[in-house]
């Protein structure tokens, strides 16, 4: 597509439930970038994939957190039994691998997660 | 870790002034620094990148330096219009083989007409 596509734009859940945020990238993007961003604060790194190497997990708070992504194409981020701390905007964004440090990365609108 | 800093409070300045914001970070020196802008309720946009053995980028109004020896960036907006007001993220990427951008909280900016 044109632009990186994520969805819901807004979900409420119950504490405890799970839900599951969606993210379609541009077209030909080889690399996926989860964010997380509390109100007024900076973007918090979860999780990257490149390709069909393995991804870095390494921002990812805690198992309750999981993401996958088949080949080069949608994303999913799975949050297991919802936490009100969980509760913020999650961000996705895409780049070519070479074209993020030319261009940038390209970031979809997110998913604003509400835990009630 | 990594830490970068860049200014909380709101950057308050009259049309047609130049806007400066500043991000100064810690620990090793990026390959490449970013600028982002930030919009509320919409993902972050892309303005400019400058690479570590650069000084100085230019775009339109924008330019950004980079001093690897204070460990710092400056983002300038000349002429600046009411419709640049929005938050502005600096974003440090190392170059190693995990490519993972690292942002600062941002600086808001306001343009009075």
């Known amino acids: 597509g044109a632009g990186v596509s994520q969805s819901p734009s807004n979900k409420v859940t119950e504490k405890g439930k799970d839900v599951e945020l969606r993210c379609d990238p541009i077209s030909g993007h080889t690399a996926l970038y989860w964010y997380r961003q509390r109100l007024g604060q900076g973007l918090e790194f979860l999780i990257y994939?490149?390709?069909?190497?393995?991804?870095?997990k390494s921002g990812l708070p805690s198992d309750r957190f999981s993401a996958e992504r088949t080949g080069e194409s949608v994303s999913t981020l799975t949050i297991q039994r919802t936490q009100q701390e969980d509760s913020a905007v999650y961000l996705c964004?895409?780049?070519?691998?070479?074209?993020?440090?030319?261009?940038?990365?390209?970031f979809g609108s997110g998913t604003r997660l509400t835990v009630v | 870790s990594q830490k970068i800093e860049q200014n909380s409070e709101a950057l308050n300045i009259q049309e047609g002034k130049t806007a400066t914001l500043t991000c100064n970070y810690t620990?090793?020196?990026?390959?490449?620094l970013q600028w982002y802008r930030q919009d509320p309720g919409r993902g972050p946009v892309f303005l400019l990148l400058i690479r570590e053995n650069e000084k100085e980028k230019r775009k339109e109004r924008l330019k950004v330096t980079f001093d690897t020896t204070l460990k710092q960036s400056l983002f300038h907006i000349t002429a600046s219009q009411p419709a640049d007001s929005a938050t502005y993220l600096c974003a440090l990427l190392r170059g190693d083989s995990s490519y993972k951008l690292i942002f600062g909280s941002g600086t808001r900016l306001l343009v009075r007409p």
């Open positions: 620990n090793y020196s990026p390959a490449y």
């Open positions: 964004a895409s780049s070519s691998s070479s074209s993020g440090t030319v261009y940038g990365y390209t």
């Open positions: 994939f490149q390709g069909n190497s393995a991804p870095d």
